[in-house]
């Protein structure tokens, strides 16, 4: 199985053990995690700590033994003959690259045992010991679009976390808020924990985990404006929760305040970009996905005000300009 390993922060003293493991690897959920504290695959310091409440201190080193789990129906799913879905824009022996849909989520659970990226991609993912090992090394909200790289061997699961860890990984998104942000663009560095009441959000909050966001504003309305965001971190509803704390929360996003009657399906925050070295021949990999469709009622704002050309700041493809016609023309600019 392979190991992950995380040390505690100063602003991480006190916390359950439970809640660590939750925050720093969001993939999972808590309940996830308590059972494998149960299972005794989580060592503090070296030693095998089974009270999920355990008080962490500063400067510790938390490491687990990862266990995937997968519901036991799922498992002879594995060996059902299927077609690739079609949101998968991208696939050989090591990974898969998929332009998730909005409203699917990336692991089974329940209520969502068969409708999950997981579940949907069974017959193509590692196993060991006849079980499957689903290699998520990154994943997306619900109602984010977008695209997302999973692993199809354990040696690629290691290597892309690891990768993702070391910042390695580039991911990019797109959104559109409520607003102009003023710097137009910048750094949020705040850090992103529970919220204190409403148990389904996050929020930023002293003793969260430390999270980062670049942020370049590229086109703007009155009243709106188009934002380009790059990861540096990867916490639970990060962009979500950074631009709603500066008091521009993502258009359509009803749990962090950017509800919008035009836009129900789910948020206008999209994974647009994203690059990597490839885990077994290390070439790079890069890949672009446009929008669902319903971006497209943002054209009902009238013409745009582009504030910064290239869309990407590294990259000169697609322009601004290009990603705004596209979406005015329900077309699909990586794919014309």
Not at 178 to 201: M, N, T, W
Request: aromatic share 8%; net charge positive; with cysteine.
């Amino acid at each position: 199985m392979p190991t992950r390993r995380a040390e505690v922060p100063a602003a991480g003293a006190g916390m359950r053990l439970d809640r660590f493991l939750a925050d720093a690897w969001p993939d999972y959920s808590r309940s996830f995690w308590r059972r494998q504290i149960d299972g005794g695959r989580v060592r503090v310091d070296g030693r095998a700590e089974k009270k999920a409440g355990y008080p962490l201190r500063s400067g510790q080193t938390v490491a687990v033994e990862v266990g995937e789990e997968v519901h036991p129906d799922l498992n002879g799913l594995a060996d059902v003959p299927r077609e690739w879905p079609s949101w998968v824009v991208y696939h050989d022996a090591s990974v898969i690259v998929i332009n998730k849909p909005r409203n699917l989520v990336v692991h089974p659970a329940p209520g969502h045992w068969l409708d999950s990226v997981v579940a949907e991609l069974l017959p193509w993912l590692p196993r060991s010991d006849g079980q499957v090992r689903p290699g998520v090394v990154h994943r997306l909200d619900r109602d984010t679009s977008g695209l997302m790289v999973l692993a199809r061997t354990l040696r690629a699961t290691n290597q892309l976390s690891q990768a993702i860890q070391r910042r390695e990984v580039v991911r990019q998104y797109v959104a559109v808020v409520r607003g102009h942000l003023a710097p137009a663009q910048g750094v949020i560095e705040a850090p992103i924990g529970r919220h204190p009441r409403q148990r389904l959000k996050m929020a930023v909050v002293v003793d969260g985990r430390p999270a980062r966001t670049r942020y370049r504003s590229v086109a703007q309305w009155p009243g709106f404006s188009m934002v380009q965001c790059t990861l540096e971190t990867g916490r639970t509803h990060q962009i979500r929760v950074h631009l709603s704390s500066l008091g521009h929360p993502v258009v359509g996003d009803g749990l962090y305040g950017g509800k919008h009657p035009d836009f129900v399906a789910g948020q206008l925050l999209h994974a647009a970009r994203i690059r990597f070295l490839h885990p077994e021949h290390g070439q790079v990999m890069e890949f672009l996905a446009s929008p669902p469709s319903d971006w497209s009622g943002i054209t009902a704002w009238g013409p745009a005000e582009i504030t910064e050309p290239r869309l990407f700041p590294d990259a000169d493809q697609p322009t601004t300009a290009q990603w705004l016609s596209a979406l005015a023309s329900g077309s699909d600019i990586f794919n014309s």
